[in-house]
């Protein structure tokens, strides 16, 4: 066999395999668990985005800052949290409640606690003195809402860069109190928003083929 034959057929057998893998996989109803659209898991401990972005107008940089500078946007650690909450114990209506209370009574204000909040205090191994209790820290286990399959190439910072808003993604996510994944991140939704960001930048026609190109978003 001569060697030039013996490599069209390793190209040919090559061909045959990615073909039989893509049309397997495009007519099959493949999807990753969690990929869905509408999906709202319970969070272990109840933090409010409308509180916190919505009514305190905190910027989603704060928390989320991975999206200006990396691929992920992450999930804060506790330590940001305790920023305000080693001050803040609990609601200011558990708060103001008690103050009235004492008022009435005519005794000393006791500290209000919150549940919710004594999670992040017990997640950093403190008591609600913000002593160390001695235990070991243990990272809140946040349920991941947003999931793409590990072949799919995606950046935070690219799209930020490109002034594509967190909304534009995500919702309106300052009146979630519970998030919710709006889109079905599915690759006809990218696609979509990226045959309408090149027909709007068609002055740069480099742009317009990277942004369709199968290698800038699959590995
Ligand atoms: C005070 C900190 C804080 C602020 C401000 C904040 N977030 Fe979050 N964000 C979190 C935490 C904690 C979680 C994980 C718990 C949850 O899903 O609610 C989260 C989860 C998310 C998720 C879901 C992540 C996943 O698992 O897929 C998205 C999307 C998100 N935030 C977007 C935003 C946007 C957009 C804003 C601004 C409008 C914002 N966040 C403001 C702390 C914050
Ligand atoms: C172009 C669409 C798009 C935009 C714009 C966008 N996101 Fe996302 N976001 C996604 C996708 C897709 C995922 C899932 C990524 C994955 O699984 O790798 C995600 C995941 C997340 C997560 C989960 C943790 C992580 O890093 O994977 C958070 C938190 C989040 N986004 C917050 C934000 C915030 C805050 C902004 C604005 C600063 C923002 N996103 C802008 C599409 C977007
Ligand atoms: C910029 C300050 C700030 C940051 C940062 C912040 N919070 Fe809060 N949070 C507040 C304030 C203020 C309240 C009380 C609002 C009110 O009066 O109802 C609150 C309320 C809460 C509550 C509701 C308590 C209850 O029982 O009603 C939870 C839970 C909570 N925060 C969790 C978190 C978590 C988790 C983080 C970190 C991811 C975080 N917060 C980051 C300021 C902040
Ligand atoms: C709401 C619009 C929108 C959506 C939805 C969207 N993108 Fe984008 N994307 C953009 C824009 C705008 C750019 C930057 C274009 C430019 O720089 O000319 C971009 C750039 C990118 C780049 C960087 C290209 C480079 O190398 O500079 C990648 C990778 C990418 N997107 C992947 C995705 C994936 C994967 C999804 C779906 C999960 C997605 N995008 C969904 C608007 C969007
Ligand atoms: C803008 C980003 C983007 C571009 C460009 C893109 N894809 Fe995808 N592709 C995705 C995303 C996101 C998924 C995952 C969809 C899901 O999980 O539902 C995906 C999934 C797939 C799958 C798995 C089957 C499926 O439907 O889930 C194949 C095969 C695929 N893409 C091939 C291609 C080919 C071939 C091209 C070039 C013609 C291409 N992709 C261009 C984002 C992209």
């Known amino acids: 066999m001569s060697k030039l034959f013996s490599k069209q057929i390793k190209y040919i057998s090559l061909m045959i395999l990615v ?7 495009s007519n099959s109803n493949y999807h990753i668990p969690g990929n869905q659209e509408g999906y709202q898991p319970d969070q272990p401990i109840k933090f409010s985005h409308q509180l916190h972005a919505g009514d305190l107008q905190v910027s989603c940089i704060y928390c989320h800052y991975g999206a200006e500078k990396s691929r992920h946007a992450g999930i804060p650690a506790m330590s940001i949290c305790m920023n305000c909450h080693k001050y803040v114990t609990a609601s200011s209506d558990k708060v103001n409640l008690e103050e009235l209370a004492a008022k009435e009574e005519k005794r000393k204000i006791k500290p209000v606690y919150s549940p919710e909040i004594l999670k992040i205090y017990s997640a950093l191994a403190l008591d609600k003195q913000l002593k160390e209790t001695g235990d070991v820290k243990k990272p809140v286990e946040w349920i991941k809402i947003h999931n793409l399959p590990d072949h799919v190439f995606f950046s935070h910072k690219a799209h930020n860069l490109a002034g594509v808003n967190c909304g534009d993604c ?16 599915s690759m006809g939704w990218c696609l979509k928003c990226h045959r309408k960001s090149a027909v709007e930048n068609s002055s740069a ?7 369709l190109n199968c290698s800038t978003c699959h590995y």
């Open 170 to 185: 995500h919702g309106q996510i300052e009146t979630m109190d519970k998030i919710k994944q709006v889109a079905d991140l």
């Open 205 to 211: 026609p480099g742009r317009t083929k990277l942004l």
């Open 19 to 25: 073909l039989g893998t893509f049309i397997i996989i």
